[in-house]
């Protein structure tokens, strides 16, 4: 793999403020309603010299920081149900790792045209059924909620392992639509649940020596930062505030994995 120096191969500070931009956005969008990496890994790709995998690798350790953070603001403002959301995101760290490990045997490719047929439907539903996720009615109880909950986490933690795209906003849709949670506090524990995932496939990169660490870290900071802006600003202006954000988040899902797919189907 390359060198890496603080400032890019290549590149000079204007590429650096650039990545600190866009990982404070992605940091502010993640704390929302999810889907920063939008932003942030595409963003990492212009590097000069920067390898698929490593720009993955950062990523990941950049949105550790930011999940992290919009976590314990969501966790100390909108208290989140831990037994429901703690043994959720041990079984996404999981699956983010089981995901990474299987990522260079299943091609992406394979994926993106279910993933944006659903998401239409996801955006849809949200469009034309404003009552979604206005309040929390909780759809099961006892283990029965539990057992969704890490059906869920595992099947979300493997996506984020294996593509990653849209992660928390997968979350928050599986928390309104199969648990019955409001935005809001879907928003709050999708975002522990994904602190999980970003931890199980950096845990993988790691060994591989894929992290750049100097860049990582000052994207973290960043990511911190529009984290802490973006979990108080949804925490502030409610339920309505993130679910318009959702519905702007995931029409851009669609765009881009839309484009992969067209482009995809023409190489």
């Known amino acids: 793999m390359s060198e890496f120096v603080f400032v890019p191969e290549g590149g ?18 993640d704390a929302v309603v999810g889907g920063g990496g939008l932003i942030q890994l595409p963003a990492l790709l212009l590097v000069p010299g920067i390898t698929p995998v490593q720009a993955l690798a950062t990523n990941k350790l950049a949105s550790v920081f930011g999940t992290a953070t919009s976590s314990v603001t969501y966790a100390r403002r909108v208290r989140p149900g831990l037994r429901t959301v703690l043994p959720m995101a041990g079984i996404a760290l999981l699956g983010s790792f089981g995901g990474a490990t299987v990522a260079a045997f299943l091609p992406a490719a394979l994926f993106k045209p279910i993933i944006v047929v659903a998401l239409i439907a996801v955006a849809l539903i949200t469009l034309f059924k404003p009552a979604l996720g206005a309040v929390t009615r909780l759809k099961h109880r006892g283990r029965r909620h539990i057992v969704i909950a890490g059906a869920t986490g595992a099947a979300i933690g493997f996506y984020d392992g294996v593509l990653g795209p849209g992660t ?4 928050v849709i599986a928390l309104v639509g199969l648990l019955g949670y409001d935005f809001l506090r879907a928003s709050a524990q999708a975002k522990i649940v994904n602190f999980a995932t970003n ?10 020596g894929a992290v750049l660490w100097p860049l990582g870290l000052v994207m973290g900071i960043a990511n911190v930062a529009g984290s802490f ?39």
Not at 199 to 208: K, N, Q, T
């Open 199 to 208: 931890l199980g496939a950096l845990l993988f990169f790691i060994p591989l």
């Open 168 to 171: 928390g906003t997968f979350l």
């Open 12 to 29: 000079d500070w204007t590429t650096l403020a650039l990545l600190f931009a866009a990982a404070f956005a992605a940091g502010w969008i």
């Open 229 to 267: 802006i973006g979990s108080r600003m949804a925490i502030a202006r409610g339920v309505r505030f993130v679910r318009v954000l959702f519905l702007v988040v995931v029409s851009v899902l669609v765009v881009k994995l839309g484009f992969d797919v067209w482009h995809d189907t023409l190489s």
